[in-house]
């Protein structure tokens, strides 16, 4: 019987430790997309909300637009991350505060939260389509 040599071990144990890092990185990479809440969080009907822009940012991870209803009252929209809302066409420069603005999205399933994840932004008779795949109306 043979026992292997302290170098055939350690070659070894290196060969495993080099196979699975990969393995480990994509894992470690994946753990913000496993934290990100999706659309649990909203309803499944689409909603249309009207009002003027507040504020915009563009900050990750996804960019959002403060909106006024004619209520008064101030809404948080999510827009797409920031790829999404880039290719939507949206930037920082589409819109300014006081511009009328209609949001089609889902509301946040919390009635108390005046809070949606939209599907489409309206400014100025523009549409930007953050998720054209989830519009469900024009």
């Known amino acids: 019987?043979?026992?292997p040599e302290t170098a055939d071990i350690r070659a070894g144990s290196f060969t495993r430790l080099a196979m699975l890092l990969p393995v480990l990185a994509m894992l470690l990479a994946s753990l913000p997309a496993l934290a990100h809440h999706g659309w649990a969080?909203?309803?499944?009907?689409?909603?249309?909300?009207?009002?003027?822009?507040?504020?915009?940012?563009?900050n990750?991870?996804?960019?959002?637009?403060?909106?006024?209803?004619?209520?008064g009252v101030a809404w948080q929209i999510d827009?797409?991350?920031?790829?999404q809302?880039?290719?939507?066409?949206?930037t920082a420069d589409s819109a300014k505060a006081g511009d009328e603005i209609t949001v089609l999205g889902n509301r946040n399933r919390d009635k108390e939260r005046n809070h949606m994840k939209a599907v489409?932004?309206?400014?100025?008779?523009?549409?930007?389509?953050?998720?054209?795949?989830?519009?469900?109306?024009n």
């Open 1 to 3: 019987m043979r026992f």
């Open 41 to 58: 969080w909203a309803e499944d009907e689409q909603s249309t909300l009207t009002g003027k822009v507040q504020s915009v940012s563009m």
């Open 60 to 71: 990750a991870p996804h960019p959002t637009v403060q909106v006024i209803d004619a209520k």
């Open 79 to 83: 827009l797409g991350n920031p790829n």
């Open 85 to 90: 809302t880039e290719r939507s066409g949206f």
């Open 120 to 137: 489409r932004l309206t400014i100025a008779g523009k549409n930007f389509d953050m998720y054209p795949e989830r519009i469900r109306s």
